[in-house]
């Protein structure tokens, strides 16, 4: 994830646009490595037939600033419902998230308060959706899932005391839909959960469990008989 993010500030335009073309489009034969590369950087000049696209996030974020709600929800690619094809790829996430949890490989805290966090924010801070990215969006129409059940969890870069994963998963909540609402990455789960990574040791020092047996401190002066 740190390459994915060091390759996305560095070559925005290459990692978002200029992808490799599709077959029929460099002649009918699949592409070997070198001149994907090529394709990609412009230096082989060949028909295009496909063109790649700004994720719904993206879209909805930018169409919103003149359109409203209804106008920018009959572009094709949002489909039926949130966007199209989205939404069930973030359900299957969820449902695998869910077997995780049943499994006992995570533990809920993280999910739970990362996907309440930002949908706080969305709620209190992004209402109006003829102005900002609805909750339900946010939600479904990037990688919220992914990051909050397979990717924010991860046992060696997350938190590790139960309030310091509440505590980390809130704030992964909240910078994902600051950068989303505010930044130039409409999606900012790989930013967010890397910018937490960096507060996990300090939210694992200041939210230590009590040593068990331990009494807690007795506050002010106590008359002794």
């Known amino acids: ?22 077959r ?39 169409d919103i600033v003149t359109a409203t709600f209804e106008e920018v929800t009959t572009k094709p690619m949002f489909g039926a ?10 359900a299957g996430f969820l449902l695998g998230g869910l077997f995780l949890l ?11 308060s990362l996907l309440a966090a930002l949908s706080l924010c969305s709620l209190m801070l992004g209402w109006d959706e003829d102005n900002f990215v609805p909750v ?12 909050a059940f397979f990717i924010a969890t991860d046992p060696v870069t997350a938190a590790t005391s139960r309030n310091g994963k509440l505590w980390y998963g809130a704030g992964i909540g909240v910078l994902i839909y600051l950068i989303r609402t505010w930044g130039s990455y ?27 047996g331990h009494a807690k401190a007795t506050r002010g002066t106590r008359k002794e008989n």
């Open 186 to 212: 409409p999606d900012a789960v790989a930013f967010s959960v890397l910018l937490m990574n960096f507060a996990a040791p300090f939210l694992d020092y200041f939210t230590q469990p009590r040593v068990y």
């Open 81 to 90: 419902g949130v966007a199209l094809g989205w939404e069930w790829v973030n």
């Open 102 to 112: 049943w499994k006992r490989i995570i533990t809920w805290h993280i999910p739970v």
């Open 1 to 22: 994830m740190v390459g994915y993010a060091l390759l996305l500030v560095s070559f925005p335009v290459a990692m978002t646009t200029n992808w490799g073309i599709p």
């Open 136 to 147: 339900q969006m946010h939600l479904l129409a990037g990688a919220t899932m992914l990051g």
């Open 24 to 62: 029929a489009a460099a002649g009918g034969e699949v592409p070997d490595f070198v001149t994907t590369l090529n394709l990609i950087f412009q230096t082989v000049q060949l028909p295009i037939d496909a063109y790649t696209m700004a994720t719904p996030l993206d879209t909805y974020k930018h």
